[in-house]
């Protein structure tokens, strides 16, 4: 039961250690740097509060081993072009190109590298109202397109090394999934609450 429920995660297997170690970097050092603000008499704060910080600064660092981590099964595609994609692409998105034939390699890691970009930013769009509620859906929305965009500028800068592929396709994926996960925060922000019922003589 449980291998049939890690399977789906197994190609995501090599970020697991790139994660652990930038989380070992950051995580102390925003401890420290909450400690810091704490004992500068400018923190106050719930335990609560500083829990779900602290969870946005590991997703983070998975977003950052995830999203900058080299990979070597898209080098021949890097190398086949100047390592950026500007043309939004629905056979792309959708890997329905005729050219990726079912059950292939190159369609495999399309549908694996659209699934992980779509599904790596729902917890962004979850966290975000959580961590600012005062941003507004749109605002929102815009933080996370320019979290998308900065990690797509990084990736065709270190393109040399990295052999990420900067794209416009990622980047709506990315979006797609935030907006996903900030539609879930905001439908449960408007649920309608029970009244309470008021007993009568």
Wanted: charge should be positive; charged fraction near 15%.
């Amino acid at each position: 039961m449980l291998r049939h429920l890690l399977y789906p995660l197994l190609p995501y297997r090599s970020i697991l250690y790139p994660f652990f170690v930038l989380s070992a970097i950051t995580v102390p050092l925003w401890l420290l740097f909450r400690l810091y603000r704490g004992r500068a008499g400018a923190l106050r704060t719930s335990f609560a509060r500083e829990l779900l910080l602290l969870t946005f600064v590991v997703y983070l660092s998975g977003l950052g081993a995830a999203t900058l981590e080299p990979n070597r099964n898209s080098r021949a595609a890097v190398a086949a072009t100047d390592g950026l994609e500007l043309r939004p692409n629905l056979a792309s998105l959708t890997c329905s190109s005729p050219s990726l034939s079912r059950g292939s390699t190159v369609r495999s890691f399309c549908v694996r590298n659209a699934r992980g970009n779509f599904v790596l930013f729902v917890p962004l769009g979850i966290l975000l109202p959580l961590v600012w509620r005062r941003l507004r859906f749109w605002n929102e929305l815009l933080v996370a397109l320019a979290i998308s965009v900065g990690i797509e500028l990084a990736q065709y800068v270190t393109r040399p090394w990295s052999n990420r592929l900067a794209d416009v396709n990622d980047v709506i994926l990315n979006v797609l999934g935030a907006g996903l996960g900030l539609a879930l925060v905001s439908m449960l922000r408007v649920r309608p609450r029970e009244r309470p019922v008021v007993a009568r003589a």
